[in-house]
């Protein structure tokens, strides 16, 4: 398996059966953001995993489904989301972006992909 293949979770059609739409990327333990919620409190977040239409998030706190959330993320700017599942940790969020905005980001991670498999060299 090559570097770059391990940072990868399966993409739709994957070994595990995974629907999702873009290939969700693991990130170092080290990366955060913040996310703003639906009553303007600021929070502190660790992403977990990232795609172009969504990411994890480790939050404290609860949120429900559908709960509008601002993410803040260095390189990426202000994504607007929406909380589209919890699990034990955190939450799911799905991006409000347009496909082009989401194939760009996509592409991106990509970028981000490669350069981390690079590093490790």
């Not at 953001?33 to 480790?58: H, N, P, R, W, Y």
């Not at 939450?91 to 760009?104: C, R």
């Amino acid at each position: 398996m090559s570097d770059d293949q391990d940072n990868k979770i399966d993409a739709p059609g994957g070994p595990s059966g995974d629907q999702r739409r873009y290939q969700r990327m693991k990130v170092p333990e080290h990366v955060t953001a913040t996310i703003i919620g639906k009553d303007g409190v600021e929070q502190d977040v660790t992403v977990k995993d990232i795609s172009g239409g969504g990411a994890a998030l480790i939050v404290d706190g609860s949120f429900e489904n559908n709960d509008f959330v601002e993410l803040h993320m260095e390189g990426y700017g202000k994504i607007p989301a929406r909380v589209a599942r919890e699990f034990v940790e955190g939450i799911g969020v799905e991006f409000e972006l347009g496909e082009p905005e989401k194939n760009d980001m996509e592409e991106e991670l990509k970028k981000f992909r490669l350069s981390v498999a690079r590093k490790k060299y």
